[in-house]
């Protein structure tokens, strides 16, 4: 894991494997997805999921490595149906893999970035609002760090156990 200096990166991190848990869990028990609104419009928690395995993995992403990052708990076509409502809303992008025509690679457009990014400010500053309001300072907000640290490697620990 990378060393993350601020609190709201810190959480940001814990917030999304609390987030993929809450995805596996959902789809395994049909639940229905959160929806979050991004500017207007609505996305899954799935699709957060996969548009934040883009941004993490620029450049050479196909399907399988998106399969993978779900612990191939889903099926293939339900990552197929995300990924191309993503592309429909003009937040992804699909190129044929010159390595091998019948794949695809998929990335991030520009305006995928900017989900992106919208996505994780609201992610963090849930959280953040939260730290500020217990009014943490000095020794308390490096507690609070370690906590965070600690809290990422159990959920990093348990989301290795459901992939094996």
């Known amino acids: 894991m990378q060393q993350k200096e601020s609190v709201e990166e810190l959480i940001y991190e814990l917030a999304l494997r609390m987030r993929i848990v809450r995805a596996v869990q959902q789809f395994s028990n049909k639940l229905v997805n959160e929806k ?29 490595d998106i399969k993978k990052f779900f612990f ?8 197929s149906s995300d990924i191309t409502n993503l592309a429909k809303r003009g937040w992804i992008e699909k190129k044929i893999d010159i390595e ?16 992106l990014n919208y996505v994780k400010q609201q992610q963090s500053r849930r959280f953040a ?29 348990k989301l290795a156990s459901v992939n094996e």
Request: proline residues 0%; aromatic residues 4%.
């Open 100 to 115: 091998n025509q019948r794949a695809r690679i998929i990335e991030l457009t520009d305006m995928g970035n900017n989900v």
């Open 36 to 64: 979050i609104m991004v500017e207007y419009e609505e996305i899954n928690e799935r699709e957060c999921l996969v548009l934040e395995f883009l941004g993490q993995h620029k450049g050479h992403v196909k399907m399988a």
């Open 72 to 79: 191939d708990d889903l099926a293939i076509s339900t990552i």
């Open 129 to 157: 609002l939260l730290i500020r309001a217990l009014g943490l300072k000095g020794e308390e907000a490096n507690i609070i760090k370690d906590v965070i640290k600690r809290a990422i490697e159990y959920l990093d620990g």
